[in-house]
Structure formats: C-alpha cells, structure tokens
C-alpha cells in the first residue's frame, strides 16, 4: 500500500486505530511522563542482579567484564558458567589474560589453577545464564528475587546480542527507550510514521513504520516497558513478528559509564520462520545486531546528553 509519505508497507496488515494525540511529537513528548515512567522502573526489584553479556559470547576462553566498579573473569566449564573476580588470590594478576584447563582458569603468573570453588578470599560469585544472556550477582539475593527478572519471550526465535558503551548511567539509556517519540526524527533511516496508540503510568505503545530497505518498511504495534530497574522492553504486540521482544539492559561500569547490552529476540507465526532461522541465522545475526548497534550509536549520544543536562543541573 503506498502512503502520502512514499512508503511502500508488507506483512501482516493492523487494524486501523486512532493517535491518542495529534499534537506534534515535541508536545507529546513529555518529560514529566518519562520521569514518572522512570521512577516505577526504578522502584521494581531486581535482585541485585546484572546482565554481564551475551551467553554465546562467553565460551572456553576466559574473558574480562566490568560491572559496578569491579572487574570478573567469566568462563565456562564444559556448559556451566562461571563468573568471579578477575584478580588471582595469589598477587593478583589478571585471570582474564590466564587459559581454562579442565575447566579451571589457569592463572597467567604462576599458574594457580582456579575452578567453581573457593580458594582464600577468591570466590565465584552468583551467576545465571538464561540462553540467551549472562547473569551476574555480585552480592546477596535481594527482595526475595532468586532468579534475574526475564520479560517473557517468544518460545522459538532468532536472537542476536549486541553491547555498546556509553558514558552516562543505566537510568539515562533506559529513559532513551522511555522516549518513543524520537524515533522517527532521531532514526529516520529506521522508523517513519510513529504514532502513540496507547500510554499507561509505567508503558507506552506506538504505532510505527520500520524501514525494512529504503521506502519498503512494515507496519507493527510496539509497546515498551521496563521488567525491573535496569531493563525496558520493547514487545511486538501486533504485526509482523508479533511477540518479538528487544530487551535493553543497561550494566553500570563505573559511575558514568555504562554497557548497553540489547538482545532482539525475532519470532514469526510464518509455517517457514524455523527453516529460515536454520538455514540463514547465521548471516541474519549480525545483520540484526548491525541495525541495533547503528541505532545504538545515535542513542548513546542522546544518553549522554541527558546525562550530561542532568550533572550539570545537579
Ligand atoms: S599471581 Fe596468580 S599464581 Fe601468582
Ligand atoms: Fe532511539
């Protein structure tokens, strides 16, 4: 169907629905609301838990993460998952530059052999890893929360990772996401004709158009939340790859740094959706973390920037 703007839309057509405003995108966005948005996020339980990176990042090589100030060194033994401090008990070198043998990290100075138990004051620290991504718990288990908070997901999908650092806090990358309106004037090559369906206290869903190639684009429902404080989700409730979810994660490094990791989860009723994933996921995965990571450059700008109006109002 061709509309007024040259767009050329396929897939699944929506049922027609009215914008909740028409007033121009710079009236609707409201900064009040975002905050307000913001603060539910921000008063829900996480546990104490972080994402630390994609699961399939992390395999038989150990390897370095940093997270709230303190460095781990995450590897597997066989399919398990370990995550402790990168710093021998030794005198300290890093784990992260030592090879895993037999499923123990071996250190890289004087070669103390590290597994999944304590040795001294060294200890693993509480990890998950959910398929997709990796979990990490630095301290005690909070709220009663045993497990991280995982919005719900499809049942089969194609998932690519993709992790981008910024320098502001996690609450400024998930204001970002709390701010749908930008989208089309701050990623023109990705979204046209963006309008707000429905908006609740703590979510928000817009009817958008997202380009595909060029002017070919496809029309879906997308609405956004945030599962706990450090995570908003954008779920696909209508169209093309209904059920498909994007989750963003925002990983405090240090104060004022800051690792996006953003999982998209991509799902399809189509009967051929399994055989494409099959046959194409593997060239479809970096193409789908490619798009993420071109948006992810212009919103860490816009992160930053709120970061920065924030700390120099303070
Ligand atoms: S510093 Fe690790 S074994 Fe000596
Ligand atoms: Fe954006």
Request: net charge neutral; proline share 8%; with cysteine.
């Amino acid at each position: 169907m061709s509309a007024p703007d040259n767009l050329i839309t396929f897939g699944h057509k929506l049922e027609p629905k009215d914008p909740l405003s028409i007033e121009p995108d710079w009236m609707q966005a409201r900064l009040p609301w975002i905050e307000k948005a913001l603060e539910h996020a921000l008063r829900l339980p996480s546990g104490g838990w972080y994402v630390l990176a994609a699961s399939r990042e992390i395999g038989k090589n150990p390897r370095r993460y940093r997270v709230n100030s303190e460095d781990y060194v995450a590897w597997r033994d066989g399919g398990r998952l370990v995550v402790a401090p990168d710093a021998c008990p030794h005198m300290g070198a890093c784990l992260s530059d030592g090879k895993v043998r037999e499923g123990s990290v071996v250190c890289p100075w004087h070669g103390l052999e590290l597994g999944g138990e304590r040795h001294g004051a060294w200890e693993p620290v509480t990890s998950y890893d959910d398929g997709v991504l990796s979990w990490v718990r630095p301290g005690p288990e909070q709220d009663g929360v045993t497990r991280p908070v995982i919005p719900q997901r499809p049942s089969r999908f194609l998932d690519a990772v993709m992790r981008k650092e910024a320098n502001c806090e996690p609450t400024d990358i998930i204001a970002n996401r709390l701010d749908p309106w930008h989208g089309v004037h701050f990623h023109p090559h990705s979204f046209a004709r963006l309008k707000i369906i429905d908006q609740t206290e703590d979510a928000i869903t817009a009817r958008v158009v997202y380009r595909v190639f060029g002017r070919l684009g496809i029309e879906v429902d997308a609405r956004f939340h945030c599962p706990e404080p450090r995570t908003i989700v954008m779920t696909i409730v209508a169209g093309e790859g209904a059920g498909s979810v994007v989750e963003t994660h925002a990983t405090p490094i240090d104060p004022a740094r800051t690792t996006v990791i953003e999982a998209t989860l991509a799902t399809s009723e189509r009967p051929q959706f399994q055989a494409v994933v099959g046959a194409l996921g593997g060239l479809l995965r970096p193409l789908v973390r490619w798009r993420a990571h071109k948006l992810w450059v212009e919103d860490a700008a816009y992160a930053e920037r709120r970061y920065e109006l924030r700390r120099t109002r303070r």
